[in-house]
């Protein structure tokens, strides 16, 4: 996303010759490929952390969010790469419509910087509410999450994607300082006491009835 199109008042020939540049061509195809590979490791991170924060998968809207951000990123590269990516393999012939040129550029960026920044701030904003109800996150990280929502509603000026970067990068040492949902696990251990307990106790009755007929058998002789 850091190229440097022609505006998109400059005449059509601006925009052909700089499709026509071989290494434009390359930076975008490359660039295409590169966004697919984000919106999968967007997928893998977002995913990660929703396994740890909601292990019984309850709040289907986590992953319809964690899904959307993915394919809006993707899309968004493939629109910009579409018309290079045709040109390099020879599907388009080296004559490109700057029409066409022109609406890619104007196409990708919304589809990324709007569409795909919502559904990663949703998805962030639901990540967020429910690591701090299973206590995973801190009133520290909360606000941050919070933070980073807003970031993403105004990611339409690139700039506040910064703030998205940095929470990722902090949540990810979070991730790895605490690998395991640690909530619940007191609990779960009570629970699993429990349950055992009035089996210790059906067993201990058992033994204790075994015994007395033993007694009884024995007193009878």
């Known amino acids: 996303m850091l190229w440097?199109?022609?505006?998109?008042?400059?005449?059509?020939?601006?925009?052909?010759?700089?499709?026509?540049?071989?290494?434009?061509?390359?930076?975008?195809?490359?660039?295409?490929?590169?966004?697919?590979?984000?919106?999968?490791?967007?997928?893998?991170?977002?995913?990660?952390?929703?396994?740890r924060v909601d292990a019984e998968r309850r709040d289907l809207r986590i992953p319809v969010a964690i899904g959307a951000a993915g394919v809006f990123v993707a899309l968004g590269g493939l629109v910009w790469a579409t018309t290079a990516g045709a040109t390099i393999f020879g599907s388009q012939g080296s004559g490109a419509n700057a029409d066409v040129i022109r609406f890619e550029f104007d196409l990708g960026y919304p589809i990324v910087l709007v569409g795909g920044a919502i559904a990663m701030g949703c998805a962030i904003l639901l990540l967020t509410l429910k690591a701090r109800q299973a206590q995973y996150f801190g009133t520290a990280m909360t606000v941050f999450g919070y933070i980073a929502t807003a970031a993403c509603v105004a990611a339409v000026i690139f700039i506040p994607l910064a703030i998205v970067m940095l929470w990722a990068l902090t949540v990810s040492v979070v991730m790895a300082r605490r690998p395991v949902r640690t909530v619940g696990s007191a609990d779960l251990v009570t629970q699993v006491a429990g349950s055992a307990m009035p089996a210790q106790g059906v067993t201990d009755n058992g033994a204790g009835a075994a015994e007395a007929e033993r007694k009884t058998a024995k007193t009878g002789s």
């Not at 005449?11 to 930076?27: E, F, I, K, N, Q």
């Open 4 to 51: 440097t199109p022609p505006d998109d008042t400059a005449p059509d020939g601006a925009w052909v010759s700089y499709l026509a540049d071989r290494g434009h061509r390359a930076t975008l195809l490359i660039s295409g490929y590169l966004m697919v590979i984000s919106a999968g490791a967007l997928v893998s991170f977002f995913a990660s952390l929703y396994h």
